[in-house]
């Protein structure tokens, strides 16, 4: 038995064990699919010290490396919007741009879609092409669709899946688009976060199809929402588990720019502390009301750190600190942005604080409304 065989199959009875993996169908897919095709040009090794998180590359000659592609990790392929694994000889301290997901959260959201034979399925963000590959392995490759914005990437992944056997539909545009040409889909999964779901998923899906997509927001919590479409729109719920994965692209936060004068504006004590958006649900909450502010850590020159929360697009800002047991907030711009998520978190509390599998989500053409069950 070959090393990756024997590799495949411990990873198949992982993802078992965990309860990710539960129907014979994937697990075939799984132990016929072997990811380190999909990881030939490398993977980056995350390295922390007492500065900024590093990479490092792990190329296919490094002995570590073949085990590595099926550990149950994300793994990292690309940072900084172009630099791959080949292109860095020591370390870089850049933001992930590209990744291979963790098998388990693959396939548990290959499971959660619910697929049956003869299903077309749109995946937005193909990767390194292994969840589109699991896709065509169960569905045939006709019936995929994959979409990633990123030329490169998508290139990567074509070789990839043409290697294993595979040649699906492969288009290199904003996913955020969906794919007009081959609707209506029965299923579209998204493998990126996004703020809102678009409303071009909702057209191109048939009515009873269904959505899986992780919703998030720039203080980076997130959920993965399961949604049924009729007659254009949407419902659904959240299902639990604290999923993350990187934003699409075109809804990144934009750049701080020139921070405005945190010593202005109007200064009160804050109900609401800073430190309850360290809770996972609790900044999920504060994000339903605020969901295009970012969260900035400014120390100040008295060895305070104060904690800022930005609208760039509405000009908005609040800065909080702690004063001894209390928190005081200064607010500025043309929203009050701590007073929305002041109201948001005292509700979601009021009504006990629900955790996020309690969560609804209804999307129209024109809006996202999530709220939650008391």
């Known amino acids: 038995m070959s090393d990756d065989k024997t590799l495949r199959e411990a990873l198949a009875d992982r993802l078992v064990g965990g309860g990710h993996l539960r129907s014979p169908e ?23 010290g007492d500065g900024p998180t590093g990479w490092e590359p792990v ?35 850049r933001a992930p741009t590209s990744s291979s997901t963790l098998p388990s959260l693959v396939v548990r959201m290959l499971e959660e879609l619910r697929l049956d034979e003869g299903m077309r399925v749109l995946e937005i963000g193909t990767g390194t092409g292994y969840s589109t590959a699991l896709l065509c392995h169960r569905l045939g490759d006709d019936l995929v669709t ?39 889909y029965d299923r579209i999964v998204a493998t990126c976060g ?26 980076y919590s997130s959920e993965l929402a399961r949604l049924t479409v009729f007659d254009g729109v949407a419902h659904g719920r959240f299902l639990g588990g604290r999923i993350s994965f990187m ?17 202005r504006g109007e200064e009160r004590e804050a109900v609401v502390g800073a430190d309850v958006l360290d809770d996972w649900t609790a900044r999920f909450v504060a994000q339903i009301a605020a969901p295009r502010t970012q969260r900035v850590l400014i120390p100040r020159e008295d060895g305070e ?14 800065a909080l ?54």
Do not use: K, N
């Open 26 to 48: 994937w697990r075939r897919a799984v132990l016929d699919t072997p990811r380190h095709e999909f990881l030939r040009g490398g993977y980056f090794r995350r390295v922390d």
């Open 59 to 93: 190329m296919a000659g490094d002995p570590a490396w073949l085990a590595g592609t099926y550990d149950d990790e994300s793994l990292v392929t690309q940072v900084a919007g172009t630099v791959v694994p080949a292109d860095v000889h020591g370390r870089i301290f």
């Open 146 to 184: 994959s979409v990633e914005v990123d030329e490169g990437v998508s290139a990567r992944a074509r070789a990839a899946l043409g290697a294993v056997g595979h040649h699906p539909r492969l288009v290199v545009g904003d996913g955020l688009d969906g794919c007009p040409e081959g609707r209506p």
């Open 194 to 219: 996004v703020l809102d779901v678009p409303p071009a998923w909702l057209a191109q899906t048939r009515p009873g199809g269904r959505i899986l997509a992780t919703v998030c927001g720039w203080m």
């Open 247 to 263: 934003l699409a692209r075109p809804q990144s936060p934009p750049p701080l720019g020139l921070l405005p004068d945190f010593d």
């Open 305 to 318: 750190t104060r904690q800022v929360f930005l609208d760039v697009d509405a000009g908005s800002w609040a």
């Open 321 to 374: 600190r702690r004063d001894g047991g209390r928190w005081t907030v200064r607010q500025g711009g043309s929203e009050r942005l701590w007073d929305r998520i002041e109201e948001q978190v005292a509700r979601w509390r009021a009504d006990g604080a629900p955790e996020l599998d309690r969560f609804r989500i209804t999307v129209t053409p024109d809006a996202q409304t999530i709220s939650w069950a008391t």
